[in-house]
């Protein structure tokens, strides 16, 4: 949930310690895998297979907490252990002073001759929902963010099964549960109207272009969604900041990569095209044929 403001500040050492925390995270946390979910701006990385257009990375790691499979405090508290001795810090701790209450943090070495790189997980939880809690609390100082849009996410997943290194440099593979891309866009759709983030528009923008059969075949899967009234209203939150190449997600898709455009693209180029894929996507889902009738739609 949070991050730097434009791309040329997400790196490809970032990305790679981001991947390792990951996981870590994935194969740590197995015993619960059924009550977390992955949401943010790892996603793309995760579920988009574009290596002739990689997407920017992310330096933190969202995740959503079942509350209804957590049942109480007590286990929040042993997933809380279970990080902390894996070196993972809160607020109060030596390496947590920067933290909010709903974060941690771990620190990567990637052995390359660089600096360490601190990765940020954000513990989330859907609106509205509680952990039973205990008195005194279990896990002191520390709490879960409430988020919009939680309860989509965790009914709308896909089962991934993710590769790599991790934090300690071994070779590792587990299996997590990330939010599917049509939800993805409802939680991106819902920043979009409620937080100033360039990343949110790009994230947007990124999966609509480069998802595996195209614009029109991707709103065929947001389709079901249109019936939860969350996900309906956060497409239209698309629909209308993508409306003109010169709306606010086609300009702040530029702005954002401006310091690292597409090869070939100018940023009015990238304008274009951000809001042609934009409006391929929401025509297909159907959204009000007002917001394409402008002097940009042609």
């Known amino acids: 949930m949070t991050g730097p403001g434009d791309a040329l500040t997400y790196t490809e050492r970032g990305g790679e310690a981001t991947r390792r925390v990951l996981i870590e995270l994935a194969h740590v946390l197995g015993a619960y895998r059924d009550r977390l979910v992955v949401i943010g701006g790892i996603v793309p990385t995760l579920l988009i297979d574009a290596p002739d257009t990689p997407h920017v990375g992310t330096l933190d790691i969202d995740l959503t907490l079942d509350a209804h499979g957590l049942r109480e405090d007590q286990e929040y508290a042993r997933i809380i252990t279970l990080l902390e001795a894996q070196h993972y810090v809160r607020s109060g701790q030596d390496g947590g002073a920067d933290l909010r209450a709903f974060q941690l943090q771990r620190t990567v070495d990637l052995a390359d001759g660089g600096p360490v790189i601190p990765v940020v997980i954000d513990l989330l939880m859907p609106r509205g929902l509680k952990l039973k ?3 005194p609390p279990v896990t002191p100082g520390l709490r879960v963010q409430e988020i919009d849009g939680g309860a989509l996410a965790l009914r709308h997943t896909v089962t991934h099964v ?45 999966v609509i272009r480069n998802s595996a059969h195209g614009p029109a075949a991707l709103a065929e899967e947001c389709r079901p969604l249109l019936s939860d009234p969350f996900a309906a209203a956060a497409y239209q939150e698309i629909a209308e900041k993508f409306r003109s190449a010169a709306a606010y997600g086609p300009g702040t898709v530029g702005t954002f990569l401006q310091g690292r455009l597409p090869p070939g693209l100018t940023v009015e180029q990238l304008r274009t095209d951000a809001f042609r894929q934009v409006a391929a996507w929401a025509k297909a889902l159907g959204l009000p044929p007002q917001l394409w009738s402008g002097p940009d739609d042609r």
């Open 133 to 135: 809690k205990n008195r």
């Open 162 to 206: 993710l590769s790599g290194r991790t934090p300690d440099n071994w070779e590792n593979s587990a299996q997590l549960r990330v939010v599917s891309l049509p939800a993805f866009l409802a939680l991106k759709g819902d920043a979009l109207k409620n937080r100033v983030k360039q990343k949110d528009a790009y994230d947007v923008y990124y």
